[in-house]
């Protein structure tokens, strides 16, 4: 059973930075797909970053893109998740997912993932 920890959320004023962790309990990161989701009260889980299992390049939505870096630790088993230039409306819980077998089509669809963390909250002050 994989297990997924998030950590590094917190409260952080407009255009601040936060970094969050991702610690997956995997043999091997690289086998897994893994992405960052977001859920902001009454709205859909929301894609933001990724990486596809054995691809070393993340991709990005165009919300985040510029302002969020996504890196992978294969050592460490962690992701991260380097978050810049903060605006009110990143407020959200943040996620961390893994997946084996997702392919590239769904890399955005958060029912492609099987396995989720506990998420961390990210509140951003104006």
């Known amino acids: 059973q994989v297990q997924l920890v998030e950590s590094g959320g917190g409260l952080v004023p407009a255009g601040g930075s936060l970094k969050l962790s991702c610690k997956a309990s995997v043999r091997a990161l690289n086998a897994y797909s893994i992405a960052w989701f977001r859920q902001a009260p009454g709205r859909d889980r929301e894609f933001i970053a990724g990486?596809?299992?054995?691809?070393?390049?993340?991709v990005y939505a165009d919300s985040v893109k510029g302002r969020f870096t996504m890196s992978r630790d294969s050592a460490e088993k962690t992701v991260y998740l380097q978050m810049n230039s903060l605006n009110v409306e990143d407020t959200a819980v943040y996620y961390c997912?893994?997946?084996?077998?997702?392919?590239?089509?769904?890399?955005?669809?958060?029912?492609?993932?099987?396995?989720w963390g506990q998420g961390t909250q990210v509140t951003v002050s104006s």
């Open positions: 997912a893994a997946d084996q077998t997702l392919i590239t089509s769904s890399q955005r669809n958060p029912s492609a993932y099987d396995y």
């Open positions: 990486f596809k299992r054995y691809n070393s390049n993340p």
